[in-house]
Each structure stands twice: as structure tokens, then as C-alpha cells.
């Protein structure tokens, strides 16, 4: 059964570093997520993806963050300057329709910023 | 705005035990709700949606509008069940966002 998959598992970086953290996503799936969860806190949306472009942000999405699909497969999430309370578990997630289906989702990059 | 809250961090129960795992939403269209899982060292997985009206595991969760709940039962509980439980709710539309409850630990005990 296809899953999605994740790299790394576990990132450590100092403060101030970029971070890439990369999601291969089900391959006949258009809709594409990241989420975070901060230790002992709620899962959290990030951004969703879309044809090519972002169809939605949230307000922890700033301008640090950017999502990218480079290629067909690929669908990666990046810091550009870390900070302490970026360091969290970070999912990836993809649905193959809008509504009434599910979001299948990664098993997580753990991102440990110093 | 949308949320679900999920009052019980944690719930223990014994095994054979009915469990009922609580979640509230607020939401201000028409909710779409699911419940997530996720085992020990395993990702988070789709366990049921309202929308299927389905049975998954021995699990069932029924849409109330006018409590604006959506609990998560199951009569006999099982070690297996052990697990976090999240409620989630989807925003609808062109985005369909999760919006996540805190999630609750059940511990079934032998």
C-alpha cells in the first residue's frame, strides 16, 4: 500500500540555520499539506498545496516558511532562518480529492533547532 | 474560526470496558468531522469520518449538531485500542484544512 514518506527523520540545526525537510507524497494524490505539532501541543496547520501554488496559510506560515514541488514527485518544506520555537515534529499529508476523503500522512520529521 | 476541543487529556479504562472519547467543535458551516489515530511508533491514520456513517474497529462516532459534538465510542474496549485519539474537523471549500483537538491518550488495561 503506498504511504507517504518523509527525510529526514530527525533534523538538529543551530539557530539561524535553513532547513529543507523534504515529503514524498502519494503519487496519484493532488492536494498536498503540512502540519506541525510542537511537543505536548495540538497538531496544527501549516500550508496547503495546490496545482502548482499555495491554496491556503496560516498565520504560523510567515515569511520564514516557503513550499515547493521542484518535481513531480517531491513536495518539500523550508526555514529559511530557525528559530528556537521552530523546533517541533513536522508532518506531511496528501489527499487525492477535496472533502469527504482523507489526508494520509507522513510518519514525521522531528526538527531539533539549538 | 473553527475548533475542537478534546477535554480529556488522558482516559484509562480496562480491557472489556465501554469507552467514549470525548470532542466538541465549534464551526460556523457544516461540519465535516473525522477521528484520527495513532499507535505507538506509527503515523497518524484515518480511523472514521461522520460523513460514512461507518463502524471501523469496533469504533463508532456519531455527528450531533445540537451539542456540536462528535464522541467516539466503542463497547468493549481492547488492549490494541490503546493509542492517541485526535478529532479533527475539515474547513470544507477549496482548501480543506485539518483543523486538530488536543488529542487524548487512551490506555487500555489488561
Known amino acids: 500500500e503506498p504511504e507517504v514518506t518523509q527525510t529526514p527523520s530527525h533534523q538538529v540545526t543551530q539557530m539561524g540555520q535553513e532547513v529543507i525537510l523534504r515529503c514524498v507524497p502519494i503519487?496519484?494524490?493532488?492536494?498536498f499539506y503540512w502540519y506541525r505539532q510542537i511537543l505536548g501541543q495540538k497538531v496544527e496547520f501549516l500550508v496547503s498545496f495546490y496545482n502548482n501554488e499555495i491554496s491556503e496559510k496560516s498565520e504560523i506560515f510567515d515569511d520564514q516558511f516557503s513550499v515547493e514541488r521542484p518535481d513531480g514527485s517531491n513536495f518539500t518544506l523550508k526555514i529559511r532562518s530557525t528559530k528556537l520555537e521552530d523546533s517541533a515534529m513536522y508532518f506531511c499529508?496528501?489527499?487525492?480529492?477535496?472533502?469527504?476523503?482523507?489526508?494520509?500522512f507522513g510518519p514525521g520529521t522531528r526538527l531539533t533547532v539549538l | 474560526a473553527q475548533r475542537v476541543t478534546q477535554p480529556e487529556k488522558l482516559l484509562s479504562v480496562f480491557k472489556g470496558a465501554p469507552v467514549e472519547l470525548k470532542c466538541n467543535y465549534s464551526?460556523?458551516?457544516?461540519?465535516?468531522l473525522f477521528w484520527y489515530v495513532q499507535y505507538s511508533r506509527q503515523r497518524l491514520q484515518l480511523l472514521l469520518r461522520h460523513i460514512s456513517r461507518e463502524s471501523i474497529k469496533g469504533f463508532t462516532a456519531d455527528l450531533n449538531k445540537g451539542e456540536t459534538s462528535f464522541h467516539l465510542k466503542k463497547p468493549f474496549a481492547q488492549e490494541e485500542d490503546s493509542a492517541m485519539y485526535y478529532c479533527a474537523l475539515g474547513s470544507g471549500g477549496s482548501n480543506y484544512k485539518l483543523t486538530f483537538g488536543k488529542g487524548t491518550l487512551l490506555t487500555v488495561n489488561p
Open positions: 499529508a496528501s489527499g487525492r480529492e477535496l472533502a469527504y476523503n482523507e489526508q494520509f
Open positions: 503519487s496519484n494524490h493532488l492536494y
Open positions: 464551526y460556523s458551516g457544516s461540519p465535516e
